[in-house]
């Protein structure tokens, strides 16, 4: 049977909301470079079922097993695979911020070494 025509366009659009899985997917692919079918492959499943999957609710933390186990018996998905790339992400959506301050620091520190002054130059 054939996904309907609305599941790509809800799937798409769930990747901007930051409860579904499917802001989970967006955010990896984008953080790994993967396309939806590479990661359907990671995740050992269709590209429809990604889509399905998209429209899901992220686990919460305090019941992350028991929501993993039920996705699992829903769309027959890997439950380890999808608690890595979930996990990944959660880490790496709190890691930019301070990294692209780091960065920024890094880059001016740098400047600042470059530039050198008429007594530097002299000796």
């Known amino acids: 049977m054939a996904n309907p025509k ?9 990747g901007q909301l930051s409860w579904t899985l499917g802001y989970v997917f967006e955010q990896y692919r984008k953080y790994e470079g993967k396309t939806a079918e590479e990661l359907a492959v990671e ?3 269709s590209p429809e079922t990604l889509e399905w999957l998209s429209l899901c609710r992220r686990p919460s933390e305090e019941r992350f097993v028991e929501h993993l186990e039920l996705i699992e018996k829903r769309f027959a998905v890997e439950p380890h695979r999808l608690a890595a790339v979930v996990r990944h992400v959660e880490v790496l959506d709190v890691l930019p911020a301070s990294q692209e301050q780091e960065e920024k620091e890094e ?3 740098l400047a600042a070494r470059d530039r050198t ?3 530097e130059t002299s000796s």
């Open 107 to 109: 880059s001016f520190l």
């Open 43 to 45: 995740l050992d499943c």
């Open 117 to 119: 002054t008429d007594d």
């Open 6 to 14: 609305w599941l790509e366009v809800a799937a798409r659009r769930s």
